[in-house]
Each structure stands twice: as C-alpha cells, then as structure tokens.
C-alpha cells in the first residue's frame, strides 16, 4: 500500500531516520494484494453474494466491485497502487542490547590506540667519530687492489692527508645536516682517548636529556674487539688505543643513536646491549636507596644502535663503491641508490655512473626529478616499515624523532645494498629482513623510469632547449591501488599497505583531492581505521590542511576532522593553538560560501567538531563564544536537515554546559525559549538534544529570584515531554529535573509533605491533624496557582509519573529521585508532625482499599509498630531509610507507607489502586506489585537459614522480559555496616550510592550515543540493501514466502465463501484462558493472551509452544490487544494492557531472548467504567500510524516515525471504545465500536472535531468487534453481544446485511480476503457465515484430551491470509479450524511436490 501522500511529506523527514524501506515496488507481496483478476472474479460472484441493502444502479458497468467507495484506491486491472514499505522501530535508538531496558546503550568500539608520543625527542648533538689514518691500512685488514677508497663522496688521495681529512669531515657534517640542519655537530678527526672523551662529555652536558648522534667511522683502525672495544690513536698517532663501552656509555649516557661504520661493527652493539642490560639493573636497584624526589636517568636499554655489518663481517671493497657505503647509505640515499642501480643493471648502456651524479633537480622540490625520486623513496620506506614494524616500534622509530625516522629509513635501503654485497647490516631495536619486501619493485620501477628520461634532460634538444620532466605514475598507480584495497575492503581489520602512501600524497597539489577523498572513505570504515591512521601519522597533515583557503577541500576535510575527533578528543588543544577550530566555525556560519552538495550535513560535522572541541575545555568553550558559535547554532535549530538540528542543539549545550558567561550570551539571544520550541520537533532525537541542552542550562545556576523564575518557566515548558512516546526523551527530562530537585530540595520535600498532608485530608481525615501552616501554604498556593510552589507541586507529581514509567530507564532514574527526597521528608524536623498523620491514615487503610504494593510490603518489611517514643525530632534513620528504600512510586505517598506502620491490610481487599490525584500527567501508578517486583537476591531466595522471606506461587510464572518494573531497594541491615553518626549503610566503609540517602548520581549517555553516528560507516549503503548479504537474503526469501501463500491462497477465497468451516487442524493446550488470539500472515505463529499478563506463542501448524513470557503490566489489570507490525518483514508483537500502556518485543518467538523495543503510555485519561475495555489498538503498517482507544474520550493518534501523539480525535461518546478497525490502503477512514452499541465512523481527513462522518446505532447492546478487510472488497462487519452481526458501507445509513446468531456473541472476526465471519458465543457454539448471511457451518467447542468437555468461546480470529482460524476457550484449550478444503489442498500441493522431486530424478 503506499502512504497518503499528505501524510507521507510531514513524516519524510522522520521516516528517513526511524523506518527501513523493504519491497519497494513488489505489489505481489502486499497483505492488500488482489491481482489482477479481482475485479472478472467480482463480477463472476456478483449474484452469488449480492450487496444486500445496495441499490443496484440501471448501468451494471458503473457497478464497482469494492465497498466504501474504495475503487479509487484502485488502478484499472483491480490493484492498488505501488507499494511502499516502511518498516518501523527499526531505528538505531530501537536496537535494545540490555535485554529488558530499552534504553539507549552505548557500543563496544575498539578502544584509542596511544599514537601520540608523550616525549618527543629532538636530536641536538651529532658527534662525528672519525679513524681513517689515510694512507695505513689497520693491521688486521687485507685490502684489494683496486679497492673502494670514496669517504663521504670524497676521493681522500686526490689532497694532502690533513686537507682530505678536514673535507671529509666536513662532507659528512654537510650530508647529516640534510635531515638536521638545526643539530650542534662537533667533529673528532682521527682523535686519541682524551678528545674522545672530552668531545663526548662535552655533548652530554650541552644536550641535557636530549639526544646525542655518536658516528664512528673505524675505517682506519683495527676491528672492533669481541668485547666491543672500539679503537682510537694514541696522541703520537704511534698505537691503537682501545675504549671500552663501559667508558662510552658513561660518556654519552642516554638517550643516544650509535652509527657504528667499521667491520664486525655488530661486536660493539651486542656487546652494547650487555653492558647496558647490565648497568640498568644496577641502576634499579640503587634507585631503592635514593632520597625523595631524585629524577632517574634514562635507562640505556633505549639507545638506539645502527652497525654497517654482523659480527664476523667484513665491509665490502667494491671500488666501483664507496668505501663508507653504509654511511652513504644513511646520507645520501638517493645517490647511493641510483648508483647501486645502475651497477646491477648493465643493460642501461645510455647510462652511466657519472651521469647519474648529474641527476637534475634538489631533493626538497618535488617537482625536479632528484626530488621526486626522495619523495618516492620517502613513502616506500615508510610502507615498508608501516607493514613490518610493530606499531610501538613503529611510532618510536618513525615518528618521534626526525633524524630518528630518516636514518632508519636510510637503513632499510642500506639493508638492501649490503646484503648484495655479503654483510648483514645490525640495528638496535633489532629490524626483521626488508630487503626483500615487494616495494623495493616500485622503488626499482621509479627509478627505471627516471633514468629513462635522464639522457634527454642532460643533453637536450637541438634547439638548445631542455625537455620537460614527465612526473611518475608511482603515486598514481598506489592511489589506485588503495581504491581498489577500499573496494574489497579488510575483515580482519588489517591496515592497508598503501596507507602510508596516501599520507605522502597529501603533500602533493596534484593528488590532494583524490587522497582526501579515498582517505576519508577508509575512515568511514570505523574507529578501527581511525586508529590505523593515527597510527601512521595523519594528524600533522590534516591539521596543515586546516590553513588551506582551498574551497573544495572544505568538506572532505570537514568527514575527516568529524572521524578523527569522534574517536580521540585530543585534539582539542591542536585545534586551539593555530586556531583550526575557526574552519569549522567559517563552514557553520550562515553566509559561509559552501560550493558543494549536502550542506547541512556537513554543517552537522562542524557542529559535532566544535561541541567535542568544547567539551569538558573551558579554553575551547572560551574561544568559540567569542566566534558566535551560539548564534550560528540558533540559526540552524530550525533546518530542514534533522541531523543538523540534533548537533546544533547539542553544540549550544556542549558550549554552555557550566560556563555562565556563555549561558548569559545564550540567555540574551534567546536560545532557552529556542530550544522549548524544539521539544515538539518530529525527530526523536532532536527532541532528546533539545531536552539535554536544556539539562545543561539550569545546572550550576546561582540562584536568584530571576533564576529561578527562569528554572520554573523552562521545566514547565519541558514536561510536555511526560507524554512522549520516546523513552530517550523522557529520560532526558528526569535528568533535566534533577537539577531542579537538587537546587531545591527543601522546596520540594515540602511539597511532598503537603501532598501527603492532602493524601489524608482527600481520604476523611480530621482537620486538626493537619497543621496550621499547611492550611496557609495551601490557601497561598490556591491564590496564585503558578507560584514557585504550585509549580514545584506540579514538578514533583510529574516525577511521581515518571517513577512507574512503562520503561525500565526512566522508572529507574525517576524513583532515584523520588526515594531521595521522600528519605530527606522522612529524616527531617517534618517527620515530627507526619508521624500521627502516617499512624492515623495507616488505621483507616484497614477499611480501604488496599494499596497494591500492600503484599508485597507485607513480606519484606518488618510487621511490628516502631517505637514513637523516639520521633520527638526526626524518624530514626534506620527506619526512614527503611520506608523511603520502600515507598511506592504514587501520589499517594501515605496509604503506601501503611505497611510499614505494621497495620496488615486486608486478604480480600481489591488489587486496583484508587485513582490519584495527579491529573494532568495521567492516571495513578501503572506499577505494582503484578509487576514481577524484585527485591534483594537474599530475600527471593531465602535468609541464611533458608526460609524464603517472599510470598511465591505455587505455579511457575511466565519469564518477564522487563525484569524490575519499579525501583524497590530491600535490604537486610546485617548485610551492610552503619555509620555510627549517620546510620547511613556502607559497603566496606564506603556510603552505597545507590540507597536513597545518597545523592543519585544520574549521569546522561545521550552525547556519546550521538557521538557513536560518527563511529558508524556513513557512505557504505545499508547491508539489507546490497545483493548478497545475508540481510538482503533473508529479506529476498521472506518475499518470496510470502508471494507464495499469497498465490496459493487468494485464487481460493471464492471457494472458502461457499463452503463448510468443519476442520479440526490442531488441538493445543494454553494452560490458561486464550482471551486474545493474533496469527502472523506469513510465520505459522499464534500469539495468545490470558486475562491476566501472560503471552504464549506457538507454532499452530505442529502444535508447538515456541515461547511464553510476561507483559508485566500491573495487577488488577490485563492485557487489551494484541497485534503484529512489520509482519512483510521480521515481525514485531505490539501489546497494549489495560493501564493505558503498549509495550513492543522483538524476538517475542525465541525462549530468553525476547527484548522490549520500546514501551510508552498512549492513553492517559482513562475514564472508570463499570465495565473496563482498557486500551485498544489498530495498526496502520502503510502509515505507520497506531490508533488507540479505550476509556478514554478521544481516539489517539500515534506516528510511529516521529513517536509521537498527532491527533486526539473526540469519540463524542460517553460509552468506552471495545474494538478500532481501519482502511489499511489509505489509512484515512477507520471504524470504532463502542459498548453502548454504536458504531462510528472517522475521516483523519478533517479537523479533529469534525473527523466523526457516519454514527450506526442499530446494535442494542455492547460491540464485540468491529472488522474491515484488508483484501477482498473490503467488507465491513460488526458484531454485537446482543447476537447481531451487521455488514456495513460507509456511505449508507442502513445495514447492507443483518445477520442473527441467535446466541450472545463472545468472539467474533472476518477473514481479511475471504467474504467469510465468523462468531464464538458462550454457549460453545462457533457458526461461520458468508457476508451475505448465509451460514457456512456450525461447530460446538470441545476441549481436553478427548474433546469430553465443553468451553467457554473467549477468543477466535482468522489467518490473515490461509483459510483457517484460531478458537480459544476459557480453559485454556486453543483449536485451529478450517474449511473443509483445507486437507484437501495440503494433499494436493503435498502430491505435486511429490511428482516434482520424482521428474528431478535421474533415469537409469
């Protein structure tokens, strides 16, 4: 069916975020689908059920098959138009995982990664070691001829010995300095023992506790010595003078990076590692004896260590080479590299070495060949560490320090080239082999095709003219290769081997874009490649970004920021120091040019980045309000976007929240009176924002007449929300008036000392137990009814409300309340003046009736009358903390506390509470103790002597899925220890917080849980939607099914209206009266209600109990309807009880599993009848609209996708409303019976007060049921006590039909497509009709085992599309009947599947 269209517009916006579209477009699959031959088969059966009552018109062909002037609904072939369908109570709000609450919860994401480095190092010092003795080979080195000779690029025999030293020192100082132009270098060319040793105490005591660079070049010297002594000369330059480690490391001492250039450097770092291991234990175990406050050093272990080759390795002396090969390898990599290239490829006969030091171009301008082959090996070797590395070693190596990171990066190519040369290159922390890793290919690829070019760029073209440089494809092709990565995606959660690249490519102009946009595609995977990307170093990036005038990268940076902060709000100071929150602020302003699509959507990020920015950071609070972020928000509380709206309002309260100043500036622009607008607002969670900004408004206010004026006019404005139909809303406003009740808890505890004071005075009792200031208040509250205190009275009934909500989170955060002021009414000086009242009400309870948390009081508090002789100032605390642990949540706080003045009620007494005298806000408490109320686990089970403290039932009850209805504390004083001056109990010492002395803390999770929208991928499609996925499966099987029963089913329903009703299909025993009964269209489910609050499922085609579990409404009361929705997809169970609330369950088929989707009250002024129908429901799916009625005056409205209350259309009846049918194709024009015998019509179409458009008063007695079909034609029928049943059409006065029972009629229902009724009456007669009157069969109900007895017909209803039907009984026996074609049709379609699966069969 598709949605009225008018309806359709207003609920876009909502329906776009709380409902799933499923079956677009599959008419086939629609419960009101009658193909295409409904109308030939109308006109076939036209004289056979003839419209009685109808005139018939002279021109048959302006005959139309459908009732009610349906046909329009209709297109020419007889079926209704394209059909869209929403499922509802699907939105993520609605996604339960605490089993019984429905409340919001908070995911488990994967926790932050600690990317940040605490202590960022910078490398200040660089000591230059260097041993050549040019000219004298070292004793123990035999050296070919030719031999590598180059140091530093520099041929040492060319110049005399000294002038070739000082140029060589002076080279390698020039080729540090490119990557630390700022370090202090000292160089010691071929030094002795002493210089040594001064050169590096002399750096330790400048750098402090920053790092020191120590190379040694021991080209010159003897190798290292097993030990690891390193060799230096004598001042005569006569011997080889050996230094010890020992002396090295207290030289240098920590932090420091050793580059150890010499054969069998790998002898100095194990050696090292020894020795420091060693010295940092003993520096452990001195740190014991250390005084106070004595800073230790750092330890050596964490020296960082580089050594050209392994132990027994000697360096290579290729003298097409350097001889210094590892530290040209550290360097000058990229001249290492393209030499080393040209060498292992001989075909490159263009190429020289010689021309490759001629390379054009600088190594810090990308755009030049020479830098473009440093960019390119920049991002190589930091994939290459990226996905080998582990992420700590990763983050110390390559990200804290920046001569740290580009040595190591140096060592991975050096890792390549000495391997080719026979040496293993060392490092400590030790690197796993990369000299194989498959980047090096892209590396070799890059310079192949650089060198390609080189001999046109050197010689030129003959006109004299340089060729231009075509840039690589290097990052072209990686960026493709990471789109393609995005495109399959990780399930392991792996990060991808490009990410590191991406990085690199943000650098670039050319590539920016393109790097944005697939890098914020891989943040949209969730917080798990968030963290991947802090990890490789994102965020100096994307903060350098922030200056970036560039227009089009506003909204990919704005995704990126939103993900980057919704998982880490660290980033609060970043932002303030360069002032990068001001972007955002610029892109939320209303006259911000924004040159792209989904504007408000990405005004909603920067509102969530500036909320996190301001949250909990006063300096960020600070700076925003100075850039008017509140005004801007104001402008955009009104957006057609809703998710815009929700960040706007939580912004302003993020920005406020416990900063007066900007609560001031919020004041003055009015953005209190703002917000109270947006509590209407048809989104859920806009409300829930507006709510929780508010919250924040009135807490931490100092308090002034002013002030409070203000406090009461917002609360007052806020409990417009007691109504709503969104359990997140309604916790929002307990915790709103929590600050309320806190500032001004005097006022409010004696507001509930007058309110209990009226209790007694409403109940008969004598004046003069009511003291005089009493009457005073009460007179000056009757004078001014919205004085500070008649609104605090209203407050304080409003909360008593909430504290037996209908949801579990609410009662909860509401009783808190409650309990803590009714312990400071019971601790204070006003108990005093209470206590006779209390004594005097707990007698006169004995005649009344008794409160319905009497039985269970009864069991769990003590039954003996406490001493009074105490009460001369105050309750005893022990006994005040007793009563307030156990007061019933009511307006009527003194007829609850009776139980406890030890005066039992009466056995006999009736279950029902008398209504209270809360008024507006509803009626008395929903809950009570038929609210499977617990207590202690010690007193369900028993005491330490294991006698039960509880009264229990002699028959097991039903499983609750609400668990605790209310907050009820009981607790037994030997458990806990009590404060001696206090009383107060304590768990180990420490005052319990959840007992009602304490200070409820109620802390809101509603922030985080919108935060969580950011954590959640946004650009991937939903996964019902992508073929292949299971959801989408499922889905596509579930439509299937369905077309299935619908084509086997509605070709047959001309032949059901004809035949007998007569089948026995399945016997089951309920074990308790079936006074509801609902099957599934599709799922062979049955769905039974007792008179009590117990629902049973079961499978009616194996007779099979599949579930059973409590609704948990209170006792005295019972459950009203019953009904499924969604039922084209996974279907829900909607159960309204007689107390006015309707409770939704998903999984209500599967034992222990069954959840409450949400639960709220959808009649609130229920009227007392001598016959009560409590509340009844009809669903409209194609609307999404609930439609409730009962003792009530007005039909209620509810919009599923909003939650909330549309219209309140008058019945203009005083009788109570017994049964609500609908139009379920338009959803216009519903139908309700009442127990006076009426029948009226309503047309949603018209203004409330005029929606009433036809009234039928020809039944005598109460309505039983009221059916319009949702198929067929659309027949109408209604059925009263009085044994009548009428078939209606909406535009006439009379009867179309008048059928007679001749028995009272107790049940009653119509086939949705088949023109078949049928009745149930007490007389155990079941009697099915057509809708022309003509009785189908008779059947007497029998039940037992053997059929011997005869029950009571109690409930009865149809398949909505099979031709069976459910009849339950008073004794709890539930039969499924059928007509007589039934058997026949399974047997056919059972021999069919048979000749099937033979064809199938191979032949021999």
């Known amino acids: 069916m598709r949605p009225n269209k008018k309806d359709n517009d207003n609920n876009e916006d909502a329906r776009s975020t709380n409902s799933t579209l499923v079956n677009a477009g599959m008419s086939s699959a629609n419960e009101q689908d009658d193909d295409a031959e409904a109308v030939q088969e109308a006109q076939e059966t036209r004289n056979g059920f003839r419209r009685q009552g109808q005139p018939m018109d002279q021109d048959e062909e302006e005959w139309h098959p459908y009732r009610h002037g349906f046909e329009e609904d209709f297109d020419e072939n007889g079926l209704p138009p394209e059909h869209v369908y929403y499922m509802f109570y699907t939105d ?77 020192g002076k080279a390698l100082q020039a080729q540090y300095e490119v990557w630390q132009p700022r370090a202090r270098y000292k160089a010691a060319l071929d030094p002795s023992m002493e210089d040594t040793k001064k050169l590096c105490c002399v750096l330790r005591r400048n750098a402090k506790e920053e790092r020191i660079l120590f190379h040694y070049n021991g080209h010159g010297v003897p190798k290292p010595t097993s030990s690891g002594e390193i060799w230096v000369f004598n001042k005569n330059y006569t011997q080889y003078i050996p230094v010890s480690l020992l002396d090295l490391q207290s030289w240098l001492g920590s932090p420091c990076i050793y580059v150890y250039d010499c054969s069998a450097a790998g002898n100095i770092l194990l050696s090292f590692n020894r020795f420091a291991e060693k010295r940092d234990l003993d520096a452990a175990k001195q740190a014991g004896s250390q005084p106070p406050g004595t800073i230790p050093s750092p330890p050596l272990r964490d020296c960082i260590q580089l050594a050209a080759c392994g132990p027994d390795d000697t360096l290579p002396m290729n003298p097409d080479l350097p001889a210094d090969i590892f530290t040209a390898c550290l360097t000058t990599p990229i001249e290492i590299a393209l030499r080393w290239f040209v060498l292992q490829h001989p075909l490159l006969h263009n190429v020289t070495v010689e021309m490759v030091t001629r390379i054009p171009g600088k190594l810090n301008d990308r755009r030049t060949p020479l830098g473009e082959l440093n960019w390119i090996f920049t991002s190589i070797t930091d994939t290459i560490a990226w996905n080998v590395l582990s992420r700590d070693l990763f983050k110390t190596l390559f990200r804290q320090d920046l001569m740290v990171a580009a040595l190591f990066r140096n060592f991975l190519l050096a890792d390549r080239i000495m391997r080719s040369q026979k040496c293993t290159p060392m490092s400590s922390p030790a690197l796993p082999p990369t000299h194989q890793h498959p980047m090096w290919d892209s590396w070799d690829l890059a310079l192949d095709m650089c060198l390609a070019q080189l001999p046109g760029l050197l010689e030129g073209d003959p006109a004299g003219t340089h060729l231009s440089y075509q840039p690589s494809m290097f990052f072209t092709e990686q960026l493709m290769a990471f789109e393609v990565w995005l495109g399959h995606g990780s399930p392991s959660h792996e990060a991808p081997e490009q990410l590191a690249i991406v990085l690199q490519v943000l650098l670039s102009q050319v590539h920016r874009l393109r790097a944005l946009l697939l890098l914020s595609k891989f943040l949209d995977l969730g917080p798990w490649a968030v963290n991947h990307a802090l990890a490789v170093g994102i965020s100096p990036y994307v903060l350098k970004l922030l200056q970036s005038p560039a227009a089009d990268l506003k909204p990919v940076l704005v995704f990126i920021w939103a993900r980057l902060l919704a998982v880490d709000r660290s980033f609060q100071n970043d932002l303030l120091k360069d002032n990068g929150f001001v972007y955002f602020v610029g892109i939320l302003g209303v006259n911000a040019g924004m040159p792209f699509q989904n504007v408000s959507e990405h005004r909603a990020m920067c509102a969530f980045i500036l909320a996190t920015f301001c949250r909990d950071f006063p300096q960020g609070q600070q700076a925003c309000l100075k850039q008017q972020v509140i005004q801007y928000c ?196 006003v108990a005093q003046s209470l206590t006779p009242i209390l004594q005097q009400q707990a007698l006169r309870s004995q005649s009344m009736s008794s409160s319905s948390m009497g039985s269970l009081h009864q069991s769990t508090l003590p039954q003996a009358t406490p001493d009074r002789s105490n009460t001369s100032s105050t309750l005893g605390h ?91 504390q009981a607790q037994a004083s030997a458990s806990y220890p009590i404060h001696a001056a206090t009383g107060a109990a304590a768990v180990n010492g420490t005052p319990d917080p959840n007992l009602p002395e304490a200070r409820p803390q109620l802390e809101s999770v509603f922030y985080d849980w919108c935060c969580e929208y950011f954590l959640e991928p946004q650009m991937k499609g939903v996964e019902g939607d992508e073929p292949g996925s299971v959801n989408y499966n499922e889905r596509l099987w579930r439509r299937v099914r369905n077309e299935k029963i619908i084509y086997e089913c509605h070709p047959l329903r001309e032949q059901a209206g004809s035949s007998k009703w007569d089948s026995n299909i399945q016997s089951m025993n309920n074990e308790s009266a079936a006074m509801h009964l609902v099957m599934h269209s599709y799922e062979p489910h049955m769905v039974i209600a007792d008179d009590k609050r117990n629902i049973s499922v079961w499978n009616w085609k194996e007779g099979q109990l599949l579930n059973r579990f409590s609704n948990s409404n209170p006792r005295g009361t019972s459950i009203t309807s019953v009904k499924y929705i969604n039922e084209d997809d996974v279907a829900m169970l909607l159960v309204a009880s007689g107390e006015g609330v309707v409770r939704l369950y998903r999984k209500y088929d599967e034992p222990n599993q069954t959840d409450i989707v949400t639960s709220w009250r959808v009649l609130t002024d229920m009227l007392p009848s001598s016959k009560s129908t409590g509340t009844i429901t009809d669903w409209q799916q194609g609307r999404g609209s609930l439609l409730v009625g009962g003792d009530a005056r007005v039909i209620r409205v509810w919009d599923a996708a909003r939650e909330l209350c549309i219209s309140d259309i008058p019945t203009r009846s005083g009788a109570p409303v017994t049964s609500i049918t609908s139009d379920q194709v338009s959803g216009s024009i519903f139908v309700v019976g009442f127990g006076d015998g009426a029948v009226r019509v309503y047309d949603r179409r018209k203004p409330q007060h005029d929606a009433m458009v036809m009234t039928w008063k020809k039944h005598k007695s109460w309505i039983q049921n009221v059916r319009m079909q949702r198929g067929g034609f659309r027949e109408l029928v209604s059925g009263s006590v009085d044994g009548t049943i009428k078939v209606w059409d909406v535009r006439y006065q009379e009867a179309l039909c008048t059928i007679v029972a001749r028995d009272p009629i107790s049940a009653l229902d119509l086939h949705h497509h088949a023109p078949v009724i049928a009745s149930g009456s007490p007389t155990q007669y079941i009697k099915v009709w057509n809708v022309n009157g003509e009785g189908l069969s008779t059947v007497r109900s029998y039940s037992g085992l053997f059929g011997q007895r005869q029950a009571k017909v109690t409930s009865l209803g149809f398949h909505p599309h099979e031709y069976v039907f459910g009849v339950g009984g008073d004794d709890g026996w539930v039969s499924i009947l059928g007509w007589s074609g039934v058997n026949a049709s399974s047997q056919q379609q059972q021999q069919q599947q048979q000749q099937q699966q033979l064809q199938q069969q191979p032949t021999l």
């Open 878 to 968: 022990r006994t005040a903390k007793q009563v307030a642990n156990t007061l019933k949540r009511s307006a009527s706080l003194a007829v609850t506390l009776k139980s406890y003045m030890g005066y039992p009620s009466q056995s006999n007494a009736s279950e029902s509470s008398r209504p209270s005298s809360i008024g507006a806000f509803g009626p008395k408490s929903a809950q009570d103790s038929g609210n499977t109320l617990t207590t202690d686990p010690r007193q369900q089970n028993g005491g330490s002597n294991g006698t039960s403290r509880t009264l229990r039932s002699t028959t097991p009850r039903p499983r609750s899925v609400h668990g605790d209805a209310g907050y009820v």
């Open 634 to 829: 104001l402008t955009h509380v009104a957006d057609n976007d809703h998710l815009l709206r929700q960040w706007a309002c939580l912004c302003i309260g993020q920005l406020w929240r416990n900063y007066n100043e900007a609560k001031s500036v919020g004041l003055q622009s009015g953005a209190h009176e703002r917000l109270t607008q947006i509590l209407s607002d048809p989104i859920p969670e806009v409300r829930a924002a507006a709510m929780w900004s508010l919250g924040t408004f009135i807490s931490n206010l100092d308090q002034n007449e002013q002030v409070i004026q203000l406090q009461n006019n917002l609360a007052m404005s806020a409990l417009v929300a007691t109504t709503d139909a969104s359990p997140i809303v309604r916790k929002e406003l307990v915790i709103f008036l929590s600050s309320l009740v806190f500032d001004h808890l005097d006022v409010f505890v004696t507001v509930a000392s007058e309110l209990l004071a009226s209790e007694q005075q409403l109940s008969g009792g004598k004046q003069d137990l009511k003291s005089k200031n009493w009457d005073e208040k009460e007179k000056m509250a009757q004078q001014d009814k919205m004085s500070p205190q008649a609104v605090y009275a209203v407050i304080w009934k409003a909360l008593l409300c909430l504290s037996v909500d209908s949801n579990n989170g609410v009662a909860t955060a509401a009783s808190k309340l409650v309990d803590y002021v009714n312990f400071q009414l019971l601790s204070g000086p």
């Open 92 to 168: 993520k709000r609605h996604e339960v995982t605490t089993g019984h609450n429905a409340e919001i919860t908070l995911r488990e994401w994967e926790p932050l990664q600690d990317w940040r480095m605490r202590e960022k190092l910078k490398t200040i010092s660089v000591a230059l070691v260097l041993c050549l003795n040019i000219g004298i080979d070292p004793p123990d080195v035999v050296k070919t001829n030719p031999c590598a000779k180059l140091e530093a690029w520099i041929d040492p025999f060319v110049l005399p010995v000294p002038k070739s030293l000082e140029n060589i």
